[in-house]
């Protein structure tokens, strides 16, 4: 069975084009067409639908093994987020494992 995640990251920020000490470049518009806190909202409401619909199926973390892998990753990812965006610092992360029998392949109800 293939697994996938879905994660939803948001990245919203006003600063101008920057050149971090590692070298990366890291672009950030400065168009915002809603307010952060309107796409915020927006974002959890979806999300929480896609959780939801994903354990009705049965589908939401269901190899612990899996999910333990995937939160650690995550554990040693994001410490480094603020790095590209000092927003990320503030972000409550949320790590889940949706299963599917193809990748990319869940989608929430009438999506």
């Known amino acids: 069975m293939k697994v996938f995640l879905s994660a939803l990251v948001f990245v919203f920020s006003n600063a101008a084009a920057q050149t971090q000490p590692d070298g990366v470049d890291v672009r950030r518009s400065r168009l915002l067409l809603l307010p952060a806190s309107t796409v915020e909202r927006s974002a959890a409401q ?10 009705q199926k049965g589908a939401l973390n269901a190899d612990r093994q899996q999910v333990e892998r995937l939160r650690n990753i995550a554990r040693a990812l994001i410490p480094h987020s603020p790095r590209f965006n000092q927003d990320a610092a503030h972000w409550r992360w949320e790590v889940n494992l949706i299963s599917s029998p193809s990748v990319n392949a869940f989608c929430m109800p009438g999506g």
């Open 46 to 55: 979806q999300y929480g639908q896609l959780m939801r619909a994903a354990a």
